[in-house]
């Protein structure tokens, strides 16, 4: 049971335009909420969060948008940079409940055409 | 400079061989994790140590173990057990504050000869 979900395997967004990625999740109980952006043979680099207090996050070109009623949570990275080409993974951890453990979705390639 | 040291970056293993993955922070991170990605998955949770001398299994330990002596190393030891070893393996460490997140390592490939 993939209780968070990336259905877009991949995005192709002109540079300089908004990219959007979505993520669906399952579990009420998850509370707190990650991007992480990877390149190939690195480890993930945090990017941005939110918690279930919040709605909307915002730091620099990044922003996280959370929609608890539809479970849903999106980033927008604006305006898109051909460095911003890499896999982005949401997570998922139900922190508050005494859970840690991040979910992770299956990630969404984002492909920056110059 | 902090941060999370994995060893080696590439690891080639032979059939029957128990070998063991090496992770080290220096950021003073309370909790350890090691995942596993394999092609076209997300992470999945091997093992997590919230403190020394203490682990739970993840969502996929069979074939794996691991321990935690010290709080700055968490080592991981994929086992001859282990039937589908050749993967991607990162660690990662946080806080366990609410609201603080899991920072990753870079990385060790394994695989099998």
């Known amino acids: 049971d993939q209780q968070v979900k990336q259905n877009s395997p991949s995005l192709s967004v002109q540079e300089g335009r908004i990219s959007i990625l979505n993520c669906d999740y399952t579990?009420?109980?998850?509370?707190?909420f990650l991007w992480y952006k990877k390149y190939p043979a690195e480890g993930p680099t945090f990017l941005i969060s939110?918690?279930?207090?919040?709605d909307k996050n915002e730091d620099g070109r990044f922003t996280v948008f959370l929609n608890k009623s539809a479970k849903h949570l999106s980033l927008h990275i604006v305006p898109s940079q051909p460095g911003d080409s890499a896999v982005y993974f949401c997570?998922?951890?139900?922190?508050?409940?005494?859970?840690?453990?991040?979910?992770f979705g299956t990630g969404t390639r984002l492909t920056i055409i110059p | 400079d902090g941060g999370i040291t994995q060893s080696p970056k590439y690891l080639f293993r032979k059939e029957g061989q128990n070998v063991t993955l090496s992770c080290e922070q220096n950021?003073?991170?309370?909790?350890m994790y090691w995942y596993r990605q394999d092609p076209g998955q997300g992470l999945r949770l091997i093992y997590y140590?919230?403190?020394?001398?203490?682990?739970q299994k993840g969502d996929i330990a069979e074939g794996y173990s691991v321990s935690r002596e010290k709080k700055e190393s968490f080592p991981l030891t994929v086992t001859s057990a282990q039937k589908n070893p050749t993967a991607f393996y990162l660690c990662?460490?946080?806080?366990?504050?609410?609201?603080?997140?899991?920072?990753f390592g870079d990385g060790t490939r394994l695989s099998i000869l």
């Open positions: 997570a998922a951890s139900a922190r508050s409940f005494g859970n840690e453990k991040l979910t």
């Open positions: 579990n009420s109980m998850f509370d707190y």
């Open positions: 939110i918690s279930s207090i919040k």
């Open positions: 950021l003073n991170h309370d909790a």
């Open positions: 140590s919230q403190i020394v001398n203490d682990f």
């Open positions: 990662a460490s946080d806080f366990r504050e609410v609201n603080q997140p899991q920072h």
